[in-house]
DNA sequence: CCTTAATATCGATAATAGTCAATCTATCAA
DNA sequence: TTGATAGATTGACTATTATCGATATTAAGG
């Protein structure tokens, strides 16, 4: 789903309202899991990544990595690809430079 | 407690292990509620705020308060000193930059 | 001392989130 | 068309978390 608002002051200039902290938890809440975070390393270290490839590393079901990279795709953080039978993730590296910039980039 | 490990490599350089993920999550963990986000905003605009000034900006309970400073401090996000009677908050800038090294900054 | 005030802690509750087995859907191959 | 495979969805269970009332703790001030 990906909300578009993550652009304006960081989050050490100015007080947050309450829209603007609930998208930007909604978005830090999606790194803030170990099996997340580590699914994400692996995708961007990679480049492009098979759902398939990420159960052994993780220790984690297939239901249980559907459920991580559906959540990370709905914070705008990775983008899947369906070819044939298989989904390749990628990360938007974009995203992840909009959380840099609200918690405080120079 | 914040611990102290949260230097190394960026998220999307190398794949992460458990425990550097463990770290993160923890801290991004700290950062991802909206309430806590806004009480960090506010400390961060104002310098140093006393705990009894946060209850009424964010419409919580004083224990509620209390327990997220807890939290953002055992992130090592906030730091309490108590003077008196009152506590007050100051944001530790360089952990959100650890933070924001962690997540692949330039 | 005793009272007041600021904060922390405890206990309970309701909501949220991570996990997996089972099942459904879509795609490909024979 | 049938069988096999990748992924999504559902349902149930457990663990975690946000919240607040009640209580404890600590520090002035009189």
């Not at 007080?15 to 978005?27: F, G, Q, S, Y």
């Not at 099996?35 to 270290?45: D, G, K, N, P």
């Not at 990679?46 to 459920?67: K, M, W, Y």
């Amino acid at each position: 789903m990906a909300d578009p608002t993550l652009c304006c002051a960081s989050v050490v200039e100015t007080p947050l309202d309450r829209v603007e902290a609930a998208n930007l938890a909604h978005v830090l809440a999606a790194l803030a899991d170990p099996i997340r975070l580590q699914l994400f390393s692996i995708v961007a270290a990679q480049g492009e990544v098979c759902s398939c490839d990420l159960e052994a590393p993780l220790g984690r079901s297939q239901p249980t990595i559907s459920h991580h990279t559906k959540l990370l795709a709905e914070a705008g953080l990775i983008v899947g690809e369906k070819r044939g039978r298989w989904v390749w993730w990628r990360i938007e590296p974009t995203r992840l430079a909009d959380v840099r910039k609200a918690l405080g980039a120079d």
